[in-house]
């Protein structure tokens, strides 16, 4: 009391406040936003942060709150360039006579997938894909599809076990748009295509004469012939990877001539067969120093006595066990009704096929020009 008179003092109270702060971690992308409700401040963060303990990183609000006031912290923005989610850990709670420095926003980069087919397979087939080198997936003919899960910004390669050849199947897996980066989406362009590695099957042969031939066959097929020792080699069609093959000999042109196979069946190994061995026994050129003497008797006089410029030709064959086709030519002169030919260069032994053929001039009756007689055999 003063000069005996009350005095009233108005006591204005205003609340305290206090600031809101906290810690982000695992920021790898750009543009991470924190924002305080309560204010509407919102902090952005980018990758690289300031350094700090054990990857952390701190954040304070710079606008406090009021006492009593229930806070709310959200992420405003998740990261972008790598994609990135993040949450919240006490991002809400009621200021209480003290500053709040406990809230803590994680950041964890968005997963993907890296995923595809294998085309190639047969049944019964399978094979290992890898993921950079890891992470296994069996691929089979009943599940060909693969399918890992990388996160955003991550390279990834995906590769063939052991290589790109299989030998358990026998083929080829080759992977096309295998590599790259992960940006910010699925991928799903991988492919793996598989192929037969196809082969060849060849080997040598060995006692021919050098003009003797012999013909072989692979599978019952794919006939060819050999001529004289050395090499042979079925290359067409080439043979798929781990298919049987059998190497026979189909045909010996040669009475005297007889052929055993070594190596010739199995199955193909990652590889071509080279190893097949045919010998041969019974060489005995044909080319040698005896002489044919072949005789025949014209069925009309005239044919070899009358007729002008009369006389035969005797076409013979120059290797034996071949029927004349492309033949050498022996002339016989118009003597007598009984022919002679005598034809020289060969050996004893060998059987030869020969044609007789008048000149065009002693035509057969009805016949527009000379024309070969049946077919015989001689042997010296």
């Not at 952005?44 to 700090?52: F, H, L, V």
């Not at 009621?94 to 709040?100: E, F, K, Q, Y």
């Not at 994680?106 to 019964?124: D, E, F, I, M, R």
């Amino acid at each position: 009391m003063a000069g005996g008179a009350n005095i009233t003092v108005n006591v204005i109270c205003s609340p305290d406040f206090y600031t809101i702060s906290g810690n982000y971690t695992g920021l790898n992308g750009n543009g991470l936003q924190i924002k305080l409700n309560n204010t509407g401040e919102a902090l952005t963060y980018n990758n690289p942060p300031p350094a700090g303990p054990s990857g952390a990183t701190s954040f304070s609000f710079t606008q406090a709150v009021a006492n009593g006031t229930n806070m709310v912290v959200v992420v405003n923005q998740n990261p972008s360039g790598l994609n990135q989610t993040c949450g919240v850990t006490n991002g809400t709670q009621t200021v209480s006579g003290a500053n709040i420095s406990n809230v803590t926003i994680t950041c964890t980069t968005n997963p993907y997938h890296v995923s595809g087919a294998v085309t190639g397979l047969l049944s019964g087939e399978s094979f290992t894909l890898l993921m950079n080198g890891g992470s296994n997936d069996t691929i089979t003919f009943a599940d060909p599809n693969f399918d890992w899960t990388l996160n955003d910004g991550s390279t990834y390669a995906v590769t063939v076990s052991g290589g790109s050849v299989v030998p358990g199947i026998g083929k080829t897996c080759s992977v096309t748009n295998g590599s790259g980066t992960i940006a910010g989406a699925n991928v799903t362009n991988v492919t793996v295509s598989c192929a037969f590695n196809t082969f060849t099957v060849g080997g040598t042969v060995t006692g021919l004469c050098s003009d003797q031939t012999i013909q072989v066959q692979n599978n019952a097929a794919n006939t060819q012939t050999v001529s004289s020792s050395g090499s042979f080699n079925f290359t067409f069609p080439a043979q798929n990877d781990l298919s049987a093959y059998s190497v026979t000999v189909s045909s010996e042109t040669y009475a005297n001539l007889s052929c055993n196979v070594t190596n010739g069946s199995g199955n193909l190994a990652n590889g071509n067969v080279t190893n097949v061995a045919i010998a041969c026994t019974g060489c005995m050129s044909c080319a040698g120093a005896t002489t044919i003497t072949m005789s025949w008797t014209a069925n009309r006089s005239y044919d070899v006595r009358n007729a002008t410029g009369g006389g035969h030709r005797i076409y013979f064959d120059v290797s034996p066990g071949v029927t004349v086709s492309s033949p050498g030519v022996k002339d016989i002169p118009n003597t007598t009704s009984t022919t002679t030919g005598v034809i020289s260069g060969r050996t004893a032994g060998c059987t030869y096929y020969a044609k007789v053929q008048p000149y065009s001039s002693i035509r057969p009756a009805g016949a527009s020009g000379a024309t070969l007689s049946s077919e015989f055999s001689v042997t010296p």
